[in-house]
T-cell receptor, first 115, second 114 residues
Framework: EAGVVQSPRYKIIEKKQPVAFWCNPI?????LYWYLQNLGQGPELLIR????????DSQLPKDRFSAERLKGVDSTLKIQPAELGDSAVYLC?????????????FGPGTRLTVL | GDSVTQMEGPVTLSEEAFLTINCTYT??????LFWYVQYPGEGLQLLLK?????DKGSNKGFEATYRKETTSFHLEKGSVQVSDSAVYFC?????????????FGQGTELSVKP
């Protein structure tokens, strides 16, 4: 079974530029999460989707961050414009309620560097 | 608010040494508790979990017991190997079986020397 796929793995951009990250969850997983992981810290939730609905986006900085999950499968996280402080690893995870609930499977992450 | 606190790293051990990584939590309800491991260059992997008080999670020689009275979930392994070198994250979730978010500690880096 394929795991959670994320792309790109690495991205380097200049500040004020836009950037987008893509995530393909495990097949059949209806819950999708985006986490932000700063260097030396644990991940923090940005947004959680149940199917195509964003059910928890309270930690998403909506002035510059946006996300979508069309058709309840793949998801895209966008930053526009990027700031220096956005340099971090962006993790995508998915879980299946049918599979026992809250065991989340993580992708390898996208490491963003903003210059 | 809800939070997780782990012992600071890095932790450096010799092969076959005993490992303990302390984890304590603060939660308003009855959380499920998890240990995740992150090997260099890889994503987070679930190592073990426990969903109620006195449960013991175990996997790959690692164990952790859910202690409600001390609000702790310490990770232990009797004999570490070089391949156990990684960053270990303790986490809690308050909405088991409903896809709730994970709240992580800051992570503890483990380095095992031959």
């Amino acid at each position: 079974e394929a795991g959670v796929v994320q792309s790109p793995r690495y991205k380097i951009i200049e500040k004020k530029q836009p950037v987008a990250f893509w995530c393909n969850p495990i097949s059949g997983h209806n819950t999708l999460y985006w986490y932000l992981q700063n260097l030396g810290q644990g991940p923090e939730l940005l947004i959680r989707y149940e199917n195509e609905e964003a059910v928890d986006d309270s930690q998403l900085p909506k002035d510059r961050f946006s996300a979508e999950r069309l058709k309840g499968v793949d998801s895209t996280l966008k930053i526009q414009p990027a700031e220096l402080g956005d340099s971090a690893v962006y993790l995508c995870a998915s879980s299946s309620l049918a599979g026992g609930g809250n065991e989340q499977f993580f992708g390898p992450g996208t490491r963003l560097t903003v210059l | 608010g809800d939070s997780v606190t782990q012992m600071e790293g890095p932790v450096t051990l010799s092969e076959e040494a005993f490992l303990t990584i302390n984890c304590t939590y603060t939660a308003t309800g009855y959380p499920s508790l998890f240990w995740y491991v992150q090997y260099p260059g890889e994503g987070l992997q679930l190592l073990l979990k426990a969903t109620k008080a006195d449960d013991k999670g175990s996997n790959k020689g690692f164990e952790a017991t859910y202690r409600k009275e001390t609000t702790s979930f310490h990770l232990e392994k009797g004999s570490v190997q070089v391949s156990d070198s990684a960053v270990y994250f303790c986490a809690l979730s308050l909405i088991y079986n409903q896809g709730g978010k994970l709240i992580f500690g800051q992570g503890t880096e483990l380095s095992v020397k031959p």
